[in-house]
């Protein structure tokens, strides 16, 4: 148990700058402790004390404002930054390295005791603030949930979930580099590169039009230019013939 404490301060220590110590993590943050608490109620549970392991619980909601069920499983060198309003389920299952923000609930959409209701979370998963995933599935090793995303069905590895309801993203090769490169073990709040389709079918068509309208230019070039060769008293038109649209700016409203 002293040695998976240990992972839990080791785990803030390396993913929060604004931790200044082991005694800053020990005795301010409310993720350390709820899941210290966590720690002691699981074995009780599991042993069939299940009104202690509930009572303990119940303390650890009080005193911190993040509700871990008794029965849920949770792995080492995992980080609840923040954790106000938290919510971890009785099946949950999260593995290894994972990181979780305030407002998250890992819940359940069916009423059937005894099944698996609650959703599993693979190694290294980042869930972001006021996230909710619902269901007894399960979100692959080094995915991001993207913040007030909910999310229904499977994630798969590495892939990045985004909207409600949640879409899917598949991580590419270049990210993956990126971040290989830097050696980031996770993204703040599940916030990644292009990880929005709605703004990249939109980047998509912005630059398209930039495209065309530099081609028109062009042509409008062209075509003045062979009228002068045949007639040299011609007088340039007043149609455009230079770029107008603003790309840049336009991409920039929709986040790129």
């Known amino acids: 148990m002293l040695s998976r404490i240990r992972s839990y301060t080791q785990a803030i220590l390396e993913r929060d700058p604004a931790a200044r110590s082991v005694w800053d993590v020990v005795f ?85 005791k005894g099944s698996k209701r609650h959703p599993t979370l693979g190694k290294g998963v980042v869930v972001g603030a006021s996230s909710q995933i619902l269901g007894g599935f399960t979100v692959g090793d080094g995915a991001k949930i993207g913040s007030s995303a909910v999310v229904t069905k499977p994630v798969p590895a590495g892939a990045t979930a985004v909207g409600n309801p949640a879409r899917i993203i598949l991580a590419d090769d270049q990210t993956r580099r990126e971040e290989a490169a830097a050696k980031l073990g ?46 040299p008293d011609c007088v340039p038109g007043d149609a455009s013939r230079q770029e107008t649209f603003e790309a840049d700016k336009l991409n920039q409203l929709v986040g790129k």
């Open 28 to 112: 301010s943050y409310p993720g350390f402790h709820a899941l210290v608490l966590h720690r002691l109620a699981h074995p009780l549970w599991n042993a069939g004390w299940h009104w202690l392991a509930r009572w303990i619980s119940h303390w650890g909601r009080f005193l911190t404002g993040i509700e871990i069920h008794p029965g849920a499983q949770i792995g080492e060198r995992v980080f609840i930054d923040h954790g106000m309003g938290v919510v971890i389920g009785e099946t949950a299952e999260i593995g290894d390295d994972c990181t979780i923000y305030q407002g998250v609930t890992l819940g359940g959409t069916s009423l059937t």
């Open 186 to 231: 996770f993204s703040a709040y599940g916030v990644t590169q292009s990880d929005d389709p709605v703004s990249q079918a939109l980047r998509g068509l912005i630059d398209g039009t930039a495209t065309h309208e530099h081609q028109i230019a062009l042509l409008w070039q062209a075509v003045e230019k062979l009228a002068c060769q045949i007639d």
